[in-house]
């Protein structure tokens, strides 16, 4: 199949089902030849980054609408404009190719409608262009719900933020060091021609001058290291898991967190892996086993202890709560296409719950750390205002660091800051409650 209408096909479950571009993309990119996978990836991507950009050029050109079972016809249009004016396509080639691609769609008649919207577009000055880009939501190619809350959120970085999650993300890699040293495995990189340099706030992360197939690198199918973004590795060393202690870690798919608390101390009591998704909790264990560690893995919801806890307290919790993702668009651009404004409300209502019912679960002088991918202060730090308030024993950890920006309560690293993914951490310890 070609990559291009593999692509259009692609994108019209993305917006026509809601479904995400991780679950769609493996199953097309069975359907094309091995060459054409790394265009598919791309195409797929970059229309899903851009697509508030393509779709306001190529409105310029449609008279009317497209109906809904048109979708991939229209997907077609984004991919020829995202090849034009992204990729090194000749414009000649990118509206030939698109062209064609009708046919394989079983849609003839698009023909000529998706030829002149190309050729309109071809004809678009720079000026013209500058036009379209004075609107924000076109120049940023975010939803209007999201660009509202990081202009409220950031009024001085909300343009960084937007331009950052547009941006390609570098790729980061975090040796195991339960196998070998990172400067160690630096060398066997450098050895076969991969070049990489240390990451400053992590002592097992490597970041590579460009992205490439991991299964190509030295060591993958050994468990020498993981792909991992620098931002992710932060968690284990906040959590700082100690000899003996008993771990939980909540929503813990897809393990990489996981993994890294058992990497750097091996010599805890157990560490209990807990998450709803029985699916992502396959991945955990495949994680797990590639890098010959060992956990306890449950699959149930972290909200419901009375249906999974042994009563046995934890002395540290890791709460990775589910989140509305916005710290990490730049690696998944269809997060603009699915999220709605009012996912956030449940999200933080969600947060909430977990949050509590965890909290007891608890020793007291233990510490409890809370972290979201997001950068939306509902998910982050108005969420632990709220719970510090609520609770009586709670007593919040200051994060001092040189990466992100200090809150009230916690620490947020925005998209781009030092090269990272936007996360959010907080650090939280159980007082003793005496009299």
Not at 25 to 47: I, N, T
Not at 79 to 92: A, N, S
Not at 346 to 361: D, F, H, N
Request: charged content about 25%.
């Amino acid at each position: 199949m070609d990559a291009r209408v593999a692509a259009a096909k692609a994108l019209d479950e993305v917006i026509r089902q809601g479904r995400s571009l991780t679950n769609v993309l493996p199953q097309w990119q069975d359907k094309v030849a091995d060459r054409d996978r790394a265009l598919l990836q791309e195409l797929c991507f970059g229309v899903t980054r851009w697509f508030g950009r393509l779709d306001a050029i190529a409105s310029q050109m449609l008279h009317k609408s497209l109906k809904a079972k048109d979708t991939d016809v229209r997907c077609l249009i984004f991919v020829g404009l995202y090849q034009m004016l992204y990729l090194r396509v000749p414009d000649h080639a990118a509206v030939s190719e698109t062209v064609s691609a009708t046919k394989a769609l079983k849609k003839p008649w698009a023909r000529g409608l998706v030829n002149a919207v190309l050729r309109g577009a071809q004809r678009m000055d720079e000026v013209e262009l500058a036009e379209l880009d004075a609107d924000p939501l076109v120049k940023y190619a975010h939803p209007d719900w999201l660009l509202a809350k990081l202009c409220a959120a950031y009024p001085d970085d909300w343009q960084a933020v937007l331009d950052a999650n547009n941006q390609r993300p570098p790729m980061y890699l975090r040796v195991n060091t339960r196998q070998q040293q990172r400067s160690e495995y630096l060398a066997q990189l450098e050895a076969a021609g991969c070049q990489a340099s240390e990451l400053p706030y992590s002592e097992e992360g490597l970041m590579l001058a460009a992205a490439v197939d991991v299964e190509g690198l030295p060591g993958f199918v050994d468990g020498q290291f993981s792909v991992q973004d620098a931002s992710a590795q932060l968690a284990a060393g906040l959590l700082d898991a100690q000899p003996g202690e008993r771990i939980l870690d909540a929503c813990a798919a897809p393990g990489g967190k996981t993994a890294h608390v058992l990497e750097r101390q091996p010599q805890l009591a157990e560490l209990v892996a807990l998450d709803h998704d029985a699916g992502r909790l396959e991945r955990v264990g495949q994680n797990l086993k590639r890098l010959q560690l060992s956990a306890t893995v449950v699959c149930a919801d972290a909200s419901q202890p009375d249906q999974w806890w042994d009563g046995q307290l934890f002395d540290r919790i890791m709460l990775d709560a589910p989140c509305s993702a916005t710290g990490v668009i730049r690696r998944h651009p269809d997060i603009k296409l699915l999220r709605r404004a009012s996912d956030i409300e449940q999200l933080v209502t969600l947060q909430g719950q977990i949050l509590r019912a965890l909290w007891p679960l608890l020793k007291p002088g233990g510490m409890l750390l809370y972290v979201t991918c997001s950068v939306l202060p509902q998910e982050n730090v108005f969420q632990l205002q709220r719970f510090c308030a609520e609770q009586a024993d709670v007593e919040h950890l200051p994060i001092e660091a040189e990466w992100g920006q200090g809150q009230v309560f916690g620490r947020q690293i925005l998209p781009g800051q030092e090269g990272m993914d936007g996360f959010y951490y907080a650090s939280l310890r159980k007082r003793e409650i005496t009299g």
